[in-house]
Each structure stands twice: as structure tokens, then as C-alpha cells.
């Protein structure tokens, strides 16, 4: 059996790379899958080919030169499934029998779709990788195969296959910190740490629930002023973005590390996803004497009838009051707006106008809904054959909503399960974004590089 001994942890470009912009935090759900593997002794590279903006052909270059054993490509959104199975086959046909497989988030609840007609990814590992790859390189070496890998799946018999179940992470201080000197630090404007994993909501058009689960595992505030420490003492002092899926889901937790963050010198500048039920007081006191200058909250829909389809239900008053509140705390709030739910007709749409127009935030995030593997609208659509699969055209789904009337592909297919034509769908997008700055007490765009998150919080 050959030992497995050097690993390339690989994020693919993706295809459109005009519409996503430069990456602007790293990517630190694949730095901590390298962290663990070089805990373990392996000796590891990360090519990130997002932030050097790599080709195909380039990327594979970069990975062969460091002479791994295995290959482990990053596939976390559904934007990465096709460049996931480009590189792994360019991989392939370079050197047939090098060891490739594939994680994170969309790998995770996509496997099948990674899997299917024996391409070139062997396992796919539907888990946190942190501790899964270590456990599959080195069952590989052991005895050349992935059975009983936690998470591990395969394709065999003509179908995936999951080997063992997957786990989590229960105790997040345990890992090591992400590893940051093998990313390419200068080439991201602002540090990204997350001090939880889960999120205790289950909203129908999100995959963390599928993913990350609904059990919330925190970080110490000693874990996390650690990693701070570490960022500014190495790179200097850059805008700190924290990706929990809902930071303030734990109250004492959101109000913990905000104290811990509020000790530094200069000032750390922050940011988090929330979520409007939990922005009381003493959370917003908190957060903002830390130093956090904005937060960002999913509000998607407050429609009666489409309320099955979000997590937290809340009406217009209740967000315009949140809204206030925030502003009264000295914070900055975005929402986030979810237009195409199934059954969308024009008297829900007209009432995402009314919603923005009296909560106003301080910029809007408005976006179509996209199917993502694993979400209960998913299984939902396909159960009732509004929606094939195998039909999917990743690489164009999150394309920007265009001017460009029915060409768009994304309103086109969320325009089916809708009562509205994708031009309509187009047009209630911007009304929404118009409305959304005009209503602005003191408009400020968001910053979130150009890509425009769907969901969260
Ligand atoms: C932060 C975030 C972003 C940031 C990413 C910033 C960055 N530096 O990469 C931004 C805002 C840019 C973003 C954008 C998008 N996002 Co996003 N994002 C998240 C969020 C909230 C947290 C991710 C995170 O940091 N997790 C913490 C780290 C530690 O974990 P991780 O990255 O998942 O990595 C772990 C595992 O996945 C795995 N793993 C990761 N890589 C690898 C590699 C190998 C080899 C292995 C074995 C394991 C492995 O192990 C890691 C450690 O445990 C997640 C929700 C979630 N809970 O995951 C959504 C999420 C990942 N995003 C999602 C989506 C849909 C998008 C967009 C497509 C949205 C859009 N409309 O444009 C874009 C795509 C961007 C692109 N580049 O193509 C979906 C993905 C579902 C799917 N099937 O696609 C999620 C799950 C949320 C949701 N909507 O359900 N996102
Ligand atoms: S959309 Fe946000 S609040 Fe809802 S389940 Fe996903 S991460 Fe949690």
C-alpha cells in the first residue's frame, strides 16, 4: 500500500469569476482542513486558485509541482461543483493514478452528484473535514480503501454509497488554528474566523441545517482572542469578519466574545451575521462597544403564506423596530431578501416592497432562489417534479440578475415553480434594490466583495 504522505488542499476558480469578483477573506473551512492533516504529520500545500485567480491548467500545475499523494479539492458551494470535477479530471489525466477527493459544504450534501457516472473524484467526504481527511488518508495508506471512514462516500454498484455515518466537531477549541502561512494572505482585504458552527434555525432554502446541523458548538472567547492575536501580530490589523451562520444565536455566547474582542488595542473593526429575534439590548450594547460597525440579517420574507419557508417568523412591525434599535446602537444593518419562494405571484412580491420600504435598512441583499442540494425547498421541488435535478446548470445559477429580460438564466428556471414571468422576477429584484436605498436614513452599500449572499441569518 502506498503511504500517503504529501496533500494539496485545492479551491478551484470558479466559471464566473466576473460576477463573484476577487475573493476578499480566505478561505478558512479549507486552511483548517490543512491545519489538522499537518497536526497529523503530513505534509501539506493549499492552492488556493480563487485568490490568485488560476487557470484550470494553471491550478493542476501548481498541484503537481508540490508531488502530492493525494489531492483534496475544496467544493463548498454549488458554484464550485463543475470547476470541482474540472480539476479532478485534468488531475487524472495528468497522473491516472494520484488520489483525489473532494469536501465541504456542497460536496457534503451533493455527493451523488460529485460521484455520479465514476468521474474522477474518488471519495467524497460529506463531513468536517478537519477530522475526516486525516481518518481517510490514512485508511488509504493503511489498506487502500475508505471503508469505514466517518462521512466517507463512494460510487459503487452504479450509485453513491456512504460508507460510515459523519460527525461533527463537538469541541471546536481542540482544533488547531487555520493555516494561514500556506494561504496567500496578501491577496484577501479583511480576516474571516468563525466562533461557532450550526445554527439552531431551519429555514427551507439553506444548507446549513443540512450541513453544519442545528446544534450549536461555541468556541471559547480564549480560543478566539487567541486566533485575533495571531492575525494581527502576523498580518497586521485588517477588518475582521465573523462567518457564523448567526453569531448572536447564543445570546451569552454573541455577548462573551464581543467582551473578549473589546479588549484589543487599536480597536478591532467587526462584522457578523445575526438574526432579528436575537438583537436585544444588551447583544447590540455589546457588539457595538467591540467595536462592531454593522451586522447583516435574513429576513427573506415576512408574507403569511410563505412563512413555512423561514426559519424565523417575524412581521414587518417587529424588523422595523430591530432596524431602529440597531441604528440606535450606533450599528449598521443589512437584510437579506429572498425573492422566486415556490407559488411567488405578485401580491407576495408587492409585499417584499412594503417590508423594505419600513424596515430601513441600510442596503438590501436581494437575491432569487436557487435549489441548493440537501434544503428542504430541494427535496420539496422535486418531490413535486417542479424542479429536475439533473437539469441544474451550476455554473450559471448565482449569475448576477441581469437587465437582459428572460436571458437570465436563473430567473428562468425560478420563475417555474412561481407565478411570475423571469421578467417580472428580474424587475421585483431591482424594485426591491431601489426601494432598499431610497428607504436608507443614510444609504451605505454593503461590503461584501461583489458576491451577494443568499441567505444567512
Ligand atoms: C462565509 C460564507 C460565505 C462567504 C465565503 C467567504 C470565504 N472566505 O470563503 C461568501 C459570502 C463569499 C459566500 C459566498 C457564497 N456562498 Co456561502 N457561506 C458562508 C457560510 C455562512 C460559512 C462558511 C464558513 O466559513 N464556514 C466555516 C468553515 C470552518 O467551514 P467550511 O468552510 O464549511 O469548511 C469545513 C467543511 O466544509 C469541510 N471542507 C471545506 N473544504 C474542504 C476541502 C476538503 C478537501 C475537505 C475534505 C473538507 C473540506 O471541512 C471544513 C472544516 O470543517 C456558509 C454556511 C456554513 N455554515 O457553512 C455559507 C454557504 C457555504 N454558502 C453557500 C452559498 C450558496 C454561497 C453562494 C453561492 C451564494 C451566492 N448567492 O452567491 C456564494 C458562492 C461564492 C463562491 N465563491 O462561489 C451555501 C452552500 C450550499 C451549496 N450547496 O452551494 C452555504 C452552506 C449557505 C447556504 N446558503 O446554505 N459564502
Ligand atoms: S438562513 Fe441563516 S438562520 Fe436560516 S438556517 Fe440558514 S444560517 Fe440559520
Known amino acids: 500500500m502506498k503511504r500517503m504522505k504529501r496533500v494539496v488542499i485545492a479551491v478551484p476558480n470558479y466559471i464566473l469569476r466576473d460576477e463573484y469578483g476577487e475573493p476578499s477573506s480566505p478561505p478558512i473551512g479549507p486552511a483548517m482542513v490543512a491545519a489538522a492533516l499537518r497536526r497529523a504529520d503530513y505534509e501539506v500545500a493549499i492552492v488556493d486558485a480563487d485568490a490568485e485567480n488560476l487557470s484550470m491548467d494553471e491550478t493542476a500545475d501548481r498541484i503537481l509541482a508540490f508531488k502530492p499523494d493525494a489531492v483534496g479539492i475544496s467544493c463548498n458551494y454549488i458554484t464550485k461543483h463543475n470547476p470541482t470535477l474540472k480539476l479532478g479530471a485534468l488531475l487524472k489525466a495528468r497522473e491516472s493514478n494520484l488520489f483525489v477527493f473532494a469536501g465541504g459544504n456542497h460536496a457534503a450534501a451533493y455527493a451523488e452528484g460529485l460521484l455520479e457516472l465514476n468521474g474522477p473524484i474518488d471519495v467524497v467526504l460529506t463531513g468536517e473535514g478537519d477530522a475526516e481527511a486525516q481518518l481517510l488518508l490514512k485508511a488509504m495508506s493503511e489498506t487502500g480503501s475508505p471503508v469505514g471512514v466517518p462521512g466517507a462516500c463512494i460510487f459503487t454498484g452504479g450509485k453513491s454509497t456512504l460508507l460510515a455515518a459523519r460527525g461533527h466537531v463537538d469541541d471546536l477549541d481542540s482544533l488547531p488554528l487555520a493555516a494561514y502561512d500556506l494561504l496567500p494572505m496578501d491577496k484577501y482585504r479583511r480576516f474571516e474566523l468563525v466562533t ?51 453569531f448572536t444565536a447564543i445570546k451569552k455566547h454573541a455577548v462573551g466574545i464581543s467582551a473578549a474582542i473589546e479588549q484589543f488595542t487599536p480597536p478591532v473593526k467587526w462584522s457578523c451575521f445575526s438574526t432579528a429575534v436575537t438583537l436585544n439590548s444588551e447583544v447590540l450594547t455589546a457588539m457595538k462597544s467591540s467595536g462592531c460597525e454593522y451586522t447583516s440579517i435574513g429576513v427573506e420574507t415576512t408574507h403569511p403564506s410563505q412563512k413555512r419557508f423561514v426559519g424565523k417568523r417575524v412581521n414587518d412591525e417587529f424588523i422595523a423596530d430591530t432596524v431602529k434599535r440597531c441604528h440606535d446602537h450606533g450599528l449598521r444593518v443589512y437584510g437579506f431578501i429572498i425573492v422566486g419562494f415556490p407559488g411567488e405571484n405578485e401580491e407576495t412580491l408587492e409585499s417584499r416592497y412594503r417590508l423594505i420600504e419600513k424596515a430601513g435598512f441600510d442596503d438590501v441583499g436581494v437575491n432569487m432562489l436557487i435549489p441548493l442540494p440537501g434544503t428542504m425547498i430541494w427535496h420539496e421541488l422535486v418531490r413535486d417534479k417542479l424542479f429536475d435535478p439533473r437539469k441544474l446548470e451550476t455554473d450559471y445559477l448565482f449569475a448576477r440578475v441581469s437587465d437582459e429580460g428572460d436571458s437570465d438564466r436563473a430567473a428562468n428556471l425560478t420563475a417555474s415553480w412561481t407565478q411570475l414571468t423571469a421578467r417580472q422576477l428580474i424587475d421585483g429584484v431591482n424594485k426591491c434594490r431601489e426601494i432598499g436605498k431610497a428607504a436608507s436614513p443614510n444609504y451605505v452599500p454593503r461590503d461584501m466583495g461583489k458576491v451577494q449572499q443568499q441567505v444567512c441569518a
Open 196 to 246: 461557532s458552527r450550526g445554527c439552531p434555525y431551519t429555514c427551507s432554502f439553506c444548507a446549513s441545517t443540512e450541513i453544519v446541523g442545528t446544534k450549536v458548538r461555541l468556541r471559547s472567547p480564549e480560543s478566539v482572542v487567541g486566533e485575533i492575536e495571531h492575525l494581527r501580530n502576523t498580518y497586521g490589523d485588517r477588518f475582521l469578519w465573523i462567518s457564523d451562520d448567526t
